[in-house]
């Protein structure tokens, strides 16, 4: 058995069975005050705090459990943010872990991405972690011992921080996993991990010495369509973000993934989804428009999905 097992999925839904942050907001959309936010992910606190992470303002908000407006936060570019991207909340720290991609060099050989956790109550920085990627950071996820691993979309690869490291180094390098994106552990102690542009799921063991075994694509029942970030909601099962507008919930037997997609139709994109007792909660980044400054994206919004 691999040596995460059963404990990695207890850490991983411990912020997910929050039904008093649910109830108290109950279940409506939640408005992102500020322009040009163009969110790119969201974690979800024990309680039902929410943090939504800003690549247009370099920033993070947050609601918390009754509040109706998500409300500036971590302020657009502190501590020399350039691009928020992967946002997790980690449990057994009490710490939220903020992915902020940076700017890659002018000949877009090379990237230094920021990996800073903050305290999850006041906003205080903690630890700077740097990570050389030539994409950034992407998405986060922790294992049971408390190691990160985090996506670095444009080279296929996956990096990783043990306690004590000074830098997040690389972990699985694999030409199958282009446009790495979404991670998430199940209950099996494994990694899942999806690519955005192939629409794949992949499961890849972790071996005793904790280096990664080889990526296993699983077959879907139905197409994943740029499935982005995507989170742990039961032993075997995962909440996915899918770019074209879905949020779907994907069950795993075997090397059999189902796909059930709960909702369809959001214009926007679907970057990332965090489930809050019985509703999840999905980010709409507006990508398309975010080139142009002349052109007004709109209001932003966190989309109440609920899922009974």
Not at 15 to 26: D, E, I, K, Y
Not at 100 to 126: H, L, M, N, W, Y
Request: contains cysteine.
């Amino acid at each position: 058995m691999m040596r995460h097992g059963l404990a990695t999925w207890l850490l991983g839904i411990a912020v997910l069975s929050t039904p008093a942050g649910a109830a108290s907001r109950a279940g409506g959309d939640i408005p992102i005050e500020d322009g040009r936010v163009f969110p790119e992910n969201i974690a979800a606190g024990p309680d039902g705090t929410l943090w939504i992470g800003s690549v247009g303002r370099a920033g993070v908000y947050r609601a918390l459990p009754g509040e109706r407006t998500a409300k500036r936060w971590i302020v657009p570019g502190a501590h020399g943010m350039k691009r928020v991207m992967g946002l997790y909340y980690d449990a057994g720290r009490h710490l939220l872990w903020v992915c902020d991609a940076g700017v890659r060099s002018a000949d877009g050989a090379k990237g230094v991405a920021s990996i800073r956790t903050f305290d999850p109550e006041t906003g205080a920085p903690r630890d700077n972690f740097s990570m050389e990627a030539r994409g950034g950071c992407n998405d986060l996820t922790i294992a049971s011992d408390g190691t990160v691993y985090v996506s670095d979309f444009e080279d296929a690869r996956i990096y990783r921080w043990k306690a004590g490291d000074a830098a997040f180094a690389p972990w699985l390098d694999d030409a199958r996993l282009a446009a790495v994106d979404g991670l998430a552990f199940l209950a099996d102690g494994a990694l899942y991990v999806n690519t955005f542009r192939e629409g794949g799921l992949y499961r890849v063991g972790i071996n005793p010495d904790g280096s990664a075994g080889t990526p296993q694509r699983l077959a879907l029942s139905q197409p994943l369509e740029r499935p982005d970030a995507m989170r742990t909601i039961g032993p075997d099962t995962l909440l996915v973000a899918e770019g074209v507008g879905k949020v779907s919930i994907v069950t795993i037997r075997g090397d059999q993934a189902t796909v059930r997609v709960v909702r369809d139709g959001m214009t926007d994109g679907v970057a990332a989804a965090v489930l809050v007792g019985d509703v999840a909660y999905a980010v709409q980044p507006k990508f398309a428009k975010m080139s142009d400054p002349a052109v007004d994206p709109g209001a932003f919004a966190v989309v109440a999905v609920p899922l009974r």
